[in-house]
């Protein structure tokens, strides 16, 4: 919360891929901290929370069940709208002027958040994909071997069709 009395805006940090802590720690960067204590300087209150995959990694890796049917609207969306809500009612918030922030992954899913929550005052979209995600995830396939010393299409199309396999059945569309 920035300091002093007052209503303040609000922005909920949403994370990108992966278990997520509420920093969005990568190695030593810490980019929702950062963000976090940037715009409290300004007088807007940030809410950040740990992803539920980092949360209930555990349990999700355990229940074959649960993980097979859980979607992005479980990992992301539900919880960027729960945050909305927690915050309109949160005092010292201005609940008209309250946006949601989605990073990469969290991007990605900023259009789903906005047709479940109509509370928000607006959304913004940091490094979301502007291409359909599996460009995104051959481009990132093919980078990845390439600097491993594993290239080559056979490669590629492997960690591709793995992707699909185990992501794409649980991702609904939309």
Do not use: C
């Amino acid at each position: 919360m920035p300091v002093g009395q007052g209503l303040f805006p609000a922005v909920v940090l949403v994370h990108g891929s992966g278990p997520q802590d509420r920093d969005e720690t990568i190695g030593p960067n810490k980019p929702f901290r950062d963000l976090a204590w940037g715009l409290a300087t300004y007088g807007i209150a940030v809410l950040r929370y740990e992803k539920r995959t980092r949360v209930y990694g555990q349990k999700l890796q355990q229940d074959k069940k649960l993980l097979t049917s859980f979607t992005v609207y479980e990992e992301t969306v539900d919880d960027a709208v729960s945050a909305v809500a927690l915050l309109s009612q949160t005092p010292g918030i201005r609940p008209d002027r309250i946006f949601v922030l989605g990073h990469s992954q969290g991007g990605m899913t900023i259009p789903r958040v906005a047709q479940k929550d109509k509370q928000a005052a607006g959304f913004i979209i940091m490094a979301g994909l502007t291409r359909p995600l599996e460009d995104a995830i051959l481009k990132q396939n093919r980078y990845l071997l390439s600097i491993s010393g594993l290239s080559g299409e056979m490669n590629i199309f492997t960690g591709l069709a793995m992707f699909r396999k185990k992501w794409l059945r649980i991702l609904p569309a939309g």
